[in-house]
């Protein structure tokens, strides 16, 4: 037998599956019978795997469907940050590596230094990113969540920039379609949290949260996104013969509440999501952010969870997919390693799982898995920021395992602004690190379309332009002269 590990009746399951899902639009079209042409480019690819110049060529160019798990001002590279910066007048702080408002009183100086400064530029995109990272300096887990705050000034009025880069960087590595985490409400459970103060009682809650106006305010939060996406379209000439690539890429967004927040901030974010999505189809999930080995995180887990519970029931055509067991032994007490992915799918309702790296530590490990591939619960897995923020690489990572028990998986980038990474990227991981073939591959692109939460008609297009995609792709490697 190959060293390579070989799934090709795992491939076989993952392309024909997501049918039977369960939950919001979960009907699709079955995947093309394997042919031929996938034969002999499945050889060429092997022909090639330890050639790294054209392996790279090849999962560049190959159709690779969707990106589910992406969070808009982690997926923005540091120099970005830097460029706006400068061009919106904010100061540095040299000693905290960071961005902040006007004005740039001492010890700030303006960010137009970074134009002349180059060891200042160059610490700055160190410190918001994975750039450069060392253990000797600090955990992989700080340097990766601490960046956030560095370069949350350059975000302010940029989400239109924002869009605009994701897609064209999707578009440019044959994705057709991103989920995007962002509070796409306009923060109106923010403001709203404040107004109706918790009490534990969830209808209560949602009563008075209802009448104090949320809908009224989602109304604006939705005139916001659609100025957000007319200045998208603007940066990529949408609609012109200059048109960018990007311009083609389905996008739709998830509201994510912050773990770290207080519960009737947390609920009121949820009920939030909820409403969005009711009301914006572009809006189709509700997740949970920031790190999951929190205090607050980790204290109120089973209260976010029983939240998602009492909204499901009042909104059950919403997607829910969760961030649960973004997490490693020795990082959290093994008490709290045991229960987050099978709670975000009993009690949160989570059609998606984001992560799953601790799914061997939770009780009844097994059985779980068993239950994630019968009941269709596709887990995203971001090999690099699981290997930047936990340390998890090659077969220390469940990837294989979840392969093996038949559970739907689809990478995505996560972060790919921190950690210095892309999706081609995490497909040459995967390949590296899991020994993965081309069958495994293509079953993995096709899922992240299969299992998207877009709305059936769209999902069907991406589909059968999925498959057209990856016909013509294979008709063009099939026949790559050997190496």
């Known amino acids: 037998m190959s060293s390579t590990w070989s799934v090709l009746p795992l491939a076989a399951l993952l392309l024909s599956a997501g049918c039977a899902a369960r939950g919001p639009r979960a009907t699709v079209t079955p995947a093309p019978a394997a042919s031929s042409r996938e034969a002999a480019t499945a050889a060429t690819f092997e022909r090639l795997r330890n050639d790294p110049v054209l392996r790279r060529v090849f999962l ?88 956030f705050s560095k370069f949350s000034a350059a975000t302010r009025g940029r989400m239109g920039d924002m869009l605009a880069a994701i897609t064209s960087r999707a578009a440019a590595q044959r994705l057709s379609y991103v989920e995007l985490m962002y509070p796409v409400d306009d923060n109106v459970a923010r403001r709203m949290a404040a ?35 007319a200045r998208h379209r603007e940066l990529l000439k949408c609609a012109t013969p200059q048109a960018d690539a990007g311009c083609a890429v389905t996008v739709r967004y998830q509201l994510p509440a912050l773990r770290a927040s207080s519960p009737g901030e947390v609920f009121t974010q949820f009920l939030s999501g909820f409403e969005m999505a009711t009301l914006d189809s572009r809006v189709v999930a509700v997740n949970i952010a920031q790190p999951e080995d929190g205090l607050v995180a980790r204290r109120d887990f089973r209260l976010h969870m029983d939240m998602l519970d009492y909204l499901h029931a009042q909104y059950p055509r919403v997607g829910i997919a969760l961030h649960a067991g973004e997490l490693i032994e020795g990082l959290v007490p093994p008490e709290d390693l045991r229960f987050h992915i099978r709670s975000s799918i009993e009690r949160g309702h989570a059609r998606r799982i984001g992560h799953g790296a601790a799914v061997m530590h939770e009780d009844g490990a097994l059985d779980l898995l068993r239950t994630m591939a019968a009941e269709r619960i596709l887990v995203e897995v971001a090999l690099s920021s699981s290997d930047g923020i936990l340390g998890l690489r090659g077969a220390q990572h469940p990837l294989k395992t979840y392969l093996a028990f038949g559970v739907p998986v689809a990478l995505s980038t996560d972060d790919e602004g921190v950690s210095r990474s892309s999706i081609t990227r995490e497909y040459e991981r995967a390949v590296e690190e899991h020994g993965l073939d081309y069958p495994t591959l293509k079953a993995m692109a096709r899922a992240s379309l299969q299992y998207g939460f877009v709305e059936a008609p769209e999902k069907e297009r991406l589909l059968r332009e999925f498959d057209a995609a990856i016909a013509a792709f294979e008709t063009a490697w099939a026949s790559v002269p050997r190496p």
């Not at 303006?110 to 253990?135: E, F, G, K, Q």
């Not at 103060?197 to 659609?226: F, I, K, N, V």
């Open 60 to 147: 560049r160019d190959m159709p690779k469907g969707g990106d589910l798990h992406v969070h808009v001002s982690g997926a923005i590279y540091a120099e970005t940050f830097a460029r706006w910066a400068v061009d919106d007048g904010l100061c540095v702080d040299a000693a905290r590596l960071a961005f902040t408002r006007p004005p740039c009183d001492a010890p700030l100086v303006p960010a137009s230094r970074l134009v002349t400064d180059d060891d200042l530029y160059d610490r700055i995109i160190d410190a918001l990113s994975m750039r450069n990272w060392h253990p000797a300096r600090n955990s992989g887990h700080s340097q990766f969540f601490d960046s």
């Open 195 to 229: 107004q109706v103060p918790w009490t534990g009682d969830m209808a209560s809650m949602r009563e008075a949260l209802l009448a104090a106006g949320m809908r009224e305010a989602l109304q604006q939060a939705r005139r916001t996104l659609d100025a957000t996406e």
